[in-house]
């Protein structure tokens, strides 16, 4: 069946360089994507998200891109800190759908 | 201060006995969710509901009950029928534009 995935399961990243942690997606018909972050014995907490009329959306110290063309999402973290360390998740849910469907994630290690 | 509750934050459980699973939200949201986490894996979907006294099951629902007689509640029972429950139950309100909110989570495990 279709579903989102992540292409990496662990990323180490050094102090103060930029992540960039990828996902790719199946369905063509997904329209809302949203990054989440995932520390150690906590719920998912909402990073960032972006529809499929944008390419790309920035927040603080983040940026999501969508390359609808090839199905493929990314979080760029920049200036990596150490409380980044966490799973991070990326979800997808198709139009008038209520269901999100979720990554198996990537685990973001911070080196000091 | 708005948000998701879940309690208790960590259950224990014996062999053939039913628990249920605490989850509540004033953030006044329609729909209300239920996922199960195991180590390393992400979010599988066990119920959800769209609004008060309605509920689908998800992906992974067999073991399971839910009932939502209230906009703010949403409880979860794993009963006797689920073989391995032990995992991280997590539970989550979404907003109309389709953002879903966390709550801290339940860890179930069976003695």
């Known amino acids: 069946g279709e579903s989102v995935g992540l292409h990496l399961p662990t990323l180490s990243v050094q102090e103060g360089d930029n992540s960039i942690i990828n996902c790719a997606y199946s369905?063509?018909?997904?329209?809302?994507f949203i990054w989440y972050k995932q520390e150690s014995g906590k719920g998912p907490q909402f990073i960032i998200d972006?529809?499929?009329?944008?390419d790309k959306r920035q927040g603080q110290r983040v940026t999501v891109l969508l390359n609808k063309t090839v199905k493929h999402l990314s979080l760029q973290i920049a200036a990596t800190q150490p409380g980044d360390s966490a799973v991070y998740f990326c979800?997808?849910?198709?139009?008038?759908?209520?269901?999100?469907?979720f990554g198996a994630g990537t685990t973001v290690t911070v080196r000091a | 201060d708005g948000g998701i509750t879940q309690s208790p934050k960590y259950l224990f459980r014996k062999e053939g006995q039913n628990v249920t699973l605490s989850c509540e939200q004033n953030l006044n949201h329609d729909a209300m969710y239920w996922y199960r986490q195991d180590p390393g894996q992400g979010l599988r979907l066990i119920y959800y509901s769209q609004i008060v006294n309605d509920f689908q099951k998800g992906d992974i629902a067999e073991g399971y009950s839910v009932s939502r007689e209230k906009k703010e509640s949403f409880p979860l029972t794993v009963t006797s029928a689920q073989k391995n429950p032990t995992a991280f139950y997590l539970c989550?309100?979404?907003?109309?534009?389709?953002?879903?909110?966390f709550g801290p989570g339940t860890r179930l495990t069976v003695l």
């Open positions: 972006i529809r499929s009329n944008m």
């Open positions: 989550a309100s979404q907003t109309r534009g389709g953002q879903e909110f």
């Open positions: 979800a997808e849910n198709i139009e008038n759908d209520y269901k999100l469907s």
């Open positions: 369905n063509s018909a997904s329209d809302y």
